[in-house]
């Protein structure tokens, strides 16, 4: 029986037997993950578009059917309320989000649906996807039969019987190539058995957040949240358009890009030192000679040590050696910026 971790609130398969060998996976190989405890919501209807248009962060109206972008929708304040993936498909948008988030973005979308045509479904639990990364994807996905992965980010095409599942491009923005396949959960085990029998590593919870942590990509609930400015995180690089004209929190974001800043930013950290068993928990200080500049938002064991994922006062020049503090114990560390995007 595969061991079980919770993850933010949720069971999922912590390890398929060999943590560091599923890691390994991210780097080497073709690592493949079940990610559909993923939030998923459904907008369609002749307004759905127009809709999204009017709220979301990017500039939806350049895409086209088969296209997507990582976009924000947030509170009308400036700060987030869900970081989420808009797929284009036909005149409907296919939504997903962090675990545990279909059921509220479904609610802050209804919440603006005045006199507009469009319907809003979360379809959470019904709706999944699977995630695959690694420099081996693109072998792995033509031996599972596949149809051909698209070079354009977020872009996606039918796979499946039915065609009723989408491959869709998703590199980390600075990890690994990837593909995410997302559609019913009923069409989802044939394709994660197709793409096994093909040579992809089944990869648990463990060597996901480590491979995710390296990459210095943010997940909403540990890392980002209602509190998050989207320049705190560094969303704003590839989740808005700052031309599209009125979105929904946009006076904020665009102040900010213009003449202003933010106070904290998200940094990697490395953390060693101290006793190998020595992890310290989210939420841990972040201290500079003796003053708290920041905290951890997520950990991971690494096969290479513990990493790490915290926000760090913005006057904190980087690379910086610092120590990590909590009740308890603490440990040095090297906060240092997020991978550069490519």
């Not at 780097?27 to 759905?48: K, M, N, W």
Request: charged share 25%; aromatic share 4%; proline share 6%.
């Amino acid at each position: 029986m595969n061991n079980v971790v919770e993850d933010l609130g949720i069971e999922v398969i912590a390890d398929y037997g060999d943590p560091a060998a599923e890691e390994r996976a991210f780097t080497e190989g073709a690592a493949l993950v079940d990610r559909s405890t993923r939030g998923a919501v459904l907008v369609d209807g002749p307004d759905a578009l127009k809709f999204l248009q009017s709220l979301l962060s990017q500039d939806l109206d350049k895409l086209a059917d088969g296209q997507g972008a990582h976009t924000l929708l947030l509170q009308p304040q400036g700060k987030l309320d869900t970081d989420l993936r808009f797929l284009r498909v036909g005149d409907t948008a296919w939504l997903d989000c962090e675990v545990g988030r279909g059921e509220g973005l479904a609610a802050s979308l209804r919440r603006f649906k005045i006199r507009i045509k469009a319907e809003v479904t979360d379809r959470s639990g019904q709706w999944g996807s699977l995630t695959l990364r690694g420099p081996g994807v693109a072998e792995r996905l033509d031996a599972a039969g596949a149809p051909p992965l698209p070079a354009e980010l977020h872009a996606h095409v039918p796979w499946g019987q039915t065609g009723e599942a989408r491959l869709v491009r998703a590199d980390w923005p600075a990890g690994p190539p990837g593909a995410d396949v997302v559609g019913p959960v009923s069409e989802l085990g044939e394709i994660w058995d197709a793409l096994v029998a093909a040579g992809a590593t089944p990869a648990g919870f463990i060597a996901y957040e480590a491979a995710r942590v390296r990459a210095g990509v943010p997940r909403q609930g540990l890392d980002i949240d209602e509190k998050t400015i989207p320049q705190e995180a560094f969303l704003e690089l590839d989740a808005v358009s700052f031309t599209k004209g009125c979105f929904l929190g946009q006076e904020l974001v665009c102040r900010i890009d213009t003449r202003g800043h933010v106070n904290r930013l998200l940094r990697a950290l490395e953390i060693g030192g101290g006793a190998i068993d020595t992890t310290p928990p989210a939420g841990a200080g972040i201290v500079v000679g003796d003053k708290e500049v920041g905290a951890l938002t997520t950990v991971a064991r690494s096969e290479s040590g513990v990493v790490a994922l915290g926000y760090v006062r913005r006057e904190v020049d980087v690379p910086a050696d610092v120590l990590v503090r909590w009740d308890g114990g603490e440990v040095p560390a090297v906060a240092a910026a997020l991978p550069e995007r490519a």
